[in-house]
């Protein structure tokens, strides 16, 4: 199961208001890349897709493809807004490394 933060929900009601498409969820997803070898991403999804994982958290349906889930279960997710600048963080349970920027993690 993976955790939104309050300011995390607003954030993305945020961006979900402001789109002019009929928006289904928010994709979270585990991609390989980044400096520690797999990073996340975020998108807002106009559909389910088959065999999502559709979690709904305070009013906001998160959508986790099956080869994410194992990797995501747990997370918490916040959404940092500060003079340094603004985005999502992950606290990933799963992660046995990290990169500095906090943008990807290595299992």
């Given at each position: 199961?993976?955790?939104?933060?309050?300011?995390?929900?607003a954030?993305?009601?945020?961006?979900?208001?402001s789109?002019?498409?009929n928006?289904?969820?928010?994709?979270?997803?585990?991609?390989?890349?980044?400096?520690?070898?797999?990073?996340?991403r975020?998108?807002?999804?106009?559909?389910?897709?088959?065999?999502?994982l559709?979690?709904?958290?305070?009013?906001?349906?998160?959508?986790?493809?099956?080869?994410?889930?194992?990797?995501?279960?747990?997370?918490?997710?916040?959404?940092?807004?500060?003079?340094?600048?603004?985005?999502?963080?992950f606290?990933?349970?799963?992660a046995?490394?990290?990169?500095?920027?906090?943008?990807?993690?290595?299992?």
């Amino acid at each position: 199961m993976i955790t939104l933060t309050e300011s995390a929900i607003a954030a993305v009601n945020r961006f979900i208001d402001s789109s002019d498409k009929n928006i289904a969820g928010l994709r979270i997803k585990v991609d390989g890349g980044g400096c520690s070898g797999l990073q996340y991403r975020l998108r807002l999804e106009e559909t389910i897709a088959e065999g999502d994982l559709v979690q709904e958290m305070n009013g906001l349906t998160m959508l986790i493809d099956e080869a994410s889930q194992p990797l995501l279960d747990g997370v918490t997710v916040d959404f940092i807004d500060s003079m340094e600048g603004s985005g999502f963080k992950f606290e990933n349970p799963n992660a046995t490394g990290s990169c500095g920027c906090g943008k990807s993690f290595a299992c």
